[in-house]
Structure formats: structure tokens, C-alpha cells
Nanobody, 126 residues
Framework: QVQLRESGGGLVQAGGSLRLSCVASGGSLTNNAMGWFRQAPGKEREFVASVSANGVSQFYAEESLKGRFTVSRDNAKNTMYLQMNRLKPEDTAVYYC??????????????????WGQGTQVTVSS
């Protein structure tokens, strides 16, 4: 059974940076696209970014995120990353990583995902 574990969340001031990691265990995910979603209090889970199985292609929820967030993966380490810069209070949420059933992006719908991590809290103070 594949398990995903996120890490790297925490409390940071507005304008700061965090790097989230998502490590997969129990199987290889080199044939699957992966993605990050987030869920703020009182809101639905929303797509943030995804990366293709081979790591070549990325897709972001919106252009404003693309300029601040960078998604990447290291298949040799079975790990996906989300580098978040210039964080804003509205980025506060629980961030989840997931594994898509397919290989390519955009992989922006939660219904495409077959495995999920437990989430890591990101809190950005103003």
C-alpha cells in the first residue's frame, strides 16, 4: 500500500518562504503525476500545482501562484516538493500531496487522485 507523508509546514511571516516535501513509501510512483492541494478553514480543498510523472511538466492553479510557488520532484527519492516564496496570509491552509492515476498534467481535479497524504499545516502571519 502506497503511503504519502508531507513535511515542511509551519508558521512563517508574510513574505517568507517554506519548502514542503512529500515522500512516497510502499511503492514507486515514477509512472504517476503528483500534485499539491490545500484546504483553508471553512473552504473546500483546492488545487495548487502538479508535476508530470517524468518531472518535465508543471501546472499551476493560477498565474499568481506560478510566480511564487514551484513544484518539482525527485523520482530517485520518491519525493515531490513545493517551494513557496513570498507567502501571503491567504496561503494559510493545510497542504496535501496526492498521486494522480495518470502520468500527465494538469491533473488538477481531486477526483483524479488515488493516494493522499495526511496534510501539513502552513500558517502565514501578517
Amino acid at each position: 500500500q502506497v503511503q504519502l507523508r508531507e513535511s515542511g509546514g509551519g508558521l512563517v511571516q508574510a513574505g517568507g518562504s517554506l519548502r514542503l516535501s512529500c515522500v512516497a513509501s510502499g511503492g514507486s510512483l515514477t509512472n504517476n503525476a503528483m500534485g499539491w492541494f490545500r484546504q483553508a478553514p471553512g473552504k473546500e480543498r483546492e488545487f495548487v500545482a502538479s508535476v508530470s510523472a517524468n518531472g518535465v511538466s508543471q501546472f499551476y492553479a493560477e498565474e499568481s501562484l506560478k510566480g511564487r510557488f514551484t513544484v518539482s520532484r525527485d523520482n530517485a527519492k520518491n519525493t515531490m516538493y513545493l517551494q513557496m516564496n513570498r507567502l501571503k496570509p491567504e496561503d494559510t491552509a493545510v497542504y496535501y500531496c496526492g498521486t494522480s492515476a495518470g502520468q500527465t498534467v494538469p491533473a488538477s481535479s481531486a477526483s483524479e487522485y488515488i493516494y493522499w497524504g495526511q496534510g501539513t499545516q502552513v500558517t502565514v502571519s501578517s
